[in-house]
């Protein structure tokens, strides 16, 4: 492993836009109670469907997932095609193109202190002598992220 490069995220929800919550500034997690959702696959490695089952767990429920997408993308198109509600983060938020989705804050202070506070700290790594052009770019991107207070 060559270098590293983080910064903080946070928790949204994706909705359709006709959703009866895509209006809200804010929202509860326990306001999903009733609702499926769409889900990453629960990896080890994987952040989001975790948390999203410990938020779930934190405020009496079960999540129930109506569908596992491999991605977040297909997530996304599923969210647009009204299957379910999307735990994803406020950076998939700022750069999602699908007009049909709505993203809102999840606000609120988590009954398990494991999962306070709310944010997500994002990490990346990559071997020190990969110079492959590809890398170059996204490295170079993810960095731009990192120096910039105002994208996470």
Excluded: K
């Excluded at 410990?54 to 991605?71: C, K, T």
């Excluded at 770019?137 to 105002?150: H, N, S, Y």
Aim: proline fraction near 9%; glycine fraction near 4%.
């Amino acid at each position: 492993m060559g270098r590293w490069a983080h910064g903080p995220d946070s928790l949204v929800v994706a909705l359709p836009d006709t959703h009866p919550l895509a209006d809200a500034r804010h929202l509860s997690i326990a306001q999903f109670a009733e609702e499926s959702f769409v889900s990453l696959p629960p990896r080890e490695e994987a952040i989001l469907p975790g948390r999203l089952r410990r938020l779930a767990h934190a405020n009496g429920f079960v999540p129930e997932i109506i569908q596992v997408a491999p991605d977040t993308q297909t997530a996304l198109a599923h969210v647009s095609a009204e299957v379910g509600c999307h735990l994803t983060l406020a950076s998939v938020a700022r750069n999602a193109t699908d007009s049909p989705v709505v993203f809102v804050p999840i606000d609120e202070t988590p009954l398990d202190a494991d999962l306070s506070p709310l944010d997500v700290d994002l990490r990346v790594a990559w071997r020190r002598d990969d110079n492959t052009p590809a890398l170059r770019v996204v490295l170079d991107e993810v960095l731009r992220l990192a120096d910039d207070p105002g994208i996470f």
